[in-house]
């Protein structure tokens, strides 16, 4: 007997109601006998107390071991006063004295502390830990997105910067400033062909090494590239027609006519200005006159005072003679545009075309001189020495001199091919990507601005979640502290049941 007194009594936490049932320890209809108990506890809930200290206690789903507590300090104020018969002469502590009698009626209270422990353990603790592990990770998360999203800003705004300056804008107001960029082009371009001026000496040495390896003496290599080098940036029209004067050394030279257009209408012409034209002036027998239309027409003296029509004007077969009109000693050349005509007059370096076979040309000579800087770097040139009627600038050139030509031959080119060069030519003849360029740049400010808003969302959704927190852990440890409570206490009436056994209930009552 003393080893069976001993031995444990095991109950599974969700599974302490059924025991309590099948061994009638408590009734199995004991939740509707508990009607009259429900309608108790709702009716002191919904009273004010009369004792202050225990008003913040009183709830609806209050407990036996709450209901006795609670009587307990009732009994210790003035509103625990019996009478002869023993019965309590306040209604309110009367009330609370009937709570404890129906929890301890057929055992009920056990029932009762038995689904709280089930309801706790399998329901109420695992989801108020879930709603504080979610809550401490949108916590986490949120804080993690605002760094990032702050770092974002600050790579945007980076990248924003980083291309203004590509381009050369300070980015206060990107489309004008991109707009006043183009007119920069023509002394970019100036610039540009100062700068193939000096690559000379490089386009020598590629045309005496050409010449010298394929056998040909009257070789020329990068035609296009040499008439810049020698001409400066000339027009099309001189390029292809060969009127080009030694004299021409830059695009200065080239003397800028003002456009012409002519129109004809019932007999009479019209001179506008409303197209460009570019012409070179040659030396002929008959002197070129530039005629300037910004001047007002009745300012030009066609030699005659009036010219009388007569009274009534006869539009028969008669030929109605106007006389000579003087227009001066010299005659007038009137240029007409025509397809083609406007591409033609376009410098070298402005037309697409030429400026593209400039590009490839430059990229050539490039490709030419890194090669040679390699060869020489690998000591291989006494194999050209040894070859007859070899050039002396190739045996005596030096690999120093190579480096020093082919840094002369990439400056130019960078410029040409560079980015800032590469949009404003775009943005001169496309209004276009003048949109597309604005819109592609202030993408960056705008992925800026979203990120700020989602710094702004992220801060909201940290302080819903610590509200939540806050919220929600006072009732986990209420509702831990309130299981752990009503276990000790069903443990112990349940030992006294059964003549002290230790009792214990056992599952995830015991980890919480």
Known sequence: MSKEHLIPIDIKDVKLLDWLVDRTIVNRLWNEECVELRQLIKQVAEE?????????????????HDSTRILEQLDASPFGSKNLLGQYTHDYTGRWARIVKLFEKDCTFLAHSSKHIIQNVKYDIPLYKKQIARATQIKQDSVKKQADCANNIVKYQAKYRERCADIGITGDHVRSELMSLVEDIPNMMVDVSADVSAIQPALQYYQVFARFLINEPELEVCQLLSLLVKHGNVTVSQWETGTLNES??????????????????????????????????????????????????????????????????????????????????DDIEIAVLEDGEEKKNELLLNNTSTRNTIIDQLYELSAFLSARRDELSRQSE???????????????TQIETVEKMLCLVEEPLDKLVSDKMRHLLLLKTSEKYLDRLTDSMQAQLRLADKMEDNIEEMKQRVLEAERTYEEVEPKLKKSIETTKL?????????????KGRPVRIMGDINTL
């Open 486 to 498: 009503l276990k000790s206490v069903v443990e112990s009436e349940l030992s006294k049941r059964y």
């Open 382 to 396: 006494s194999i050209l020495s040894e070859i007859p009627d070899c050039p002396p600038e190739i045996q005596t």
């Open 248 to 329: 021409d050394t830059d695009s200065s030279s080239v003397e800028i006519i003002e456009p012409l257009e002519i129109k004809e209408k019932n007999g009479c012409v019209y001179i506008t200005d409303e197209h460009s034209l570019k012409e070179v002036p040659t030396e002929t027998d008959n002197k070129a006159l530039s005629v300037d239309c910004s001047t007002q027409l009745q300012d030009i003296d066609y030699g005659i005072d009036t010219i009388d029509f007569g009274a009534d004007i006869d539009f028969g077969d008669d030929v109605v003679e106007y006389g000579d009109i003087d227009f001066g000693e």
């Open 48 to 64: 004010e107390c009369p004792l202050i200290d225990i008003r913040d206690q009183i709830t609806a789903d209050i407990h036996y």
